[in-house]
């Protein structure tokens, strides 16, 4: 299990422009409940124990979705009206290291899946 550079709590809450605190701070804590969850499955041996802590990171990832395509429309309407671009990148770095740790969580939680059923990924 590869180990994280960082956790998302800590990005400085300054990189994040106030009126998107409550986005990105709710895109966080579901990428936190990712990672947490692709630990329980680290610890899977079987279909039936799989099948059983799966359904939680299905739904974790798909409302995942859901607010990092809301912070990418709230991304665009602050680039829209910045006028602090050195505001903006960093912001937009905090959402992408966010991003980036949801996508290794998600993608060790497929390994995990295809080494239960013996599968290779297509």
């Known amino acids: 299990m590869a180990e994280d550079s960082g ?55 798909k409302n995942l979705k859901k607010d990092v395509d809301q912070m990418y429309s709230r991304y665009k309407e602050l680039k829209a009206n910045s006028s602090d671009p050195d505001e903006l990148s960093r912001f937009k770095e905090a959402c992408n290291d966010v991003i980036r740790n949801a996508q290794q969580a998600h993608q060790e939680i497929k390994d995990k899946v295809y080494s239960i059923y013996d599968k290779k990924p297509s």
């Open 7 to 61: 956790k998302f709590s800590s990005i400085p809450q300054d990189q994040v422009p106030e009126e998107a605190k409550e986005s990105f701070n709710s895109m966080s804590q579901k990428s936190e409940s990712l990672k947490s969850t692709r630990d329980e499955l680290a610890g899977v041996e079987n279909k039936d124990d799989l099948k059983s802590k799966l359904p939680k990171a299905i739904v974790l990832k």
